[in-house]
């Protein structure tokens, strides 16, 4: 992923790239190259944001992608995985930064409160050397705070980027709520 406007992604399959994906931030949606766009097209079904089922022609790749998001509709919290191919493709790539930027992070000492979902950062690694050190002086100037460096790497970017997860889940609810009777909740500004 490249920019902060937009970004170009790579998408495999295994070790095989399968499409190039281009979000160029200017209001418009994001191209995906297929690297089979010149095989013949296949009939695939897709589901739209609205989980619609409906076909229509694409490359044998984006068919299979296709049909697996329908399989795992709604299973993946973690990318928020809507089966519309293209919301799908975004969230993942979105993720995916998220965790690489995570591991870059996690070289240094993080703690965070989980109730306010604060976070404090030390410039020194949380290894042998300094983990005693740093782990006295959290429990007295930071009582109820926890190691960010002791989870799991999906949680640690959950815990890190807390304000991003949230925000996109009420906007997406409020999609939902939008083509409901429900009451509509306001789309948070990001």
């Not at 190259?33 to 022609?57: C, L």
């Not at 293209?86 to 000492?109: C, F």
Request: glycine share 4%; hydrophobic share 45%.
């Amino acid at each position: 992923m490249e920019g902060n406007d937009g970004f170009t992604a790579n998408l495999y399959k295994g070790r095989k790239k399968i499409a190039e994906l281009l979000e160029a931030a200017n209001g418009g949606e994001l191209i995906i190259y297929w690297e089979d766009s010149t095989a013949p097209k296949v009939a695939g079904n897709v589901m739209n944001a609205f989980d619609k089922i409906h076909q229509r022609a694409m490359t044998p790749c984006e068919a299979e992608l296709a049909a697996y998001l329908i399989e795992i509709k709604g299973s993946d919290p973690v990318i928020n995985a809507d089966a519309d191919m293209v919301i799908w493709l975004v969230n993942l790539t979105q993720y995916t930064d998220l965790v690489k930027v995570t591991k870059r992070e996690l070289k240094s000492a993080l703690f965070y409160d989980p109730e306010t979902h604060d976070v404090i950062a030390f410039k020194a690694p949380y290894d042998g050397k300094f983990k005693a050190i740093l782990d006295d002086v959290i429990s007295r100037d930071h009582p109820g705070y926890e190691s960010v460096n002791n989870l799991t790497i999906e949680d640690a970017t959950f815990v890190l980027n807390y304000d991003f997860f949230e925000n996109r889940e009420a906007a997406h609810q409020a999609i939902i709520d939008s083509h409901t009777d429900a009451a509509a909740m306001a789309i948070p500004k990001f």
